[in-house]
């Protein structure tokens, strides 16, 4: 058996676990597009060294792409506009109990899904809401 395979690994994963915690604690389903780019960057990169790449220097790249995250939210929270041009914005898809068909084409979003959403919450008719928009991070928010 090869044990610098083995301790390779475990650094992997040690190195990754960590990195991946500077990078924030989201689900996927939660993250912005910067934040999912670099996470399957990140993802792809680690088992780099497996396949004959230097263990550091994948280390250090990865290391490269949570600091550009980290640079790409602290930019998107202290300039105006940044935030909806890298992460985009929250886009209304009910209005006053009405679905705003155009939103939700633009959105792909079939009425479909979004009344399975809304039944995911316990509601079955959309007349019952008064607002909802769907979030930049794909999260469906209502009142």
Known sequence: MNFNL???????????????RIG??????????????????IGTLLIQPVTGKGLW???GIAAILVLSLIITEYIQ????????LISGKAVPVIENGVIIEKNLRRLRLPVDKLE???RQFG?????????????????????
């Open 6 to 20: 083995i301790w390779q690994t475990v650094l992997i994963f040690i190195v990754a676990t960590i990195l991946l």
């Open 24 to 41: 924030g604690r989201k689900t996927i389903s939660q993250m912005t597009v910067p934040q999912t780019v670099i996470m399957i960057g």
């Open 57 to 59: 220097t994948t280390f």
């Open 77 to 84: 929270l202290k300039i105006d506009g940044a935030e909806t």
């Open 116 to 118: 399975e959403r809304l």
């Open 123 to 143: 509601i079955t008719k959309i007349s019952d809401v008064q607002y909802a928009t769907l979030e930049s991070n794909g999260q469906l928010g209502y009142t």
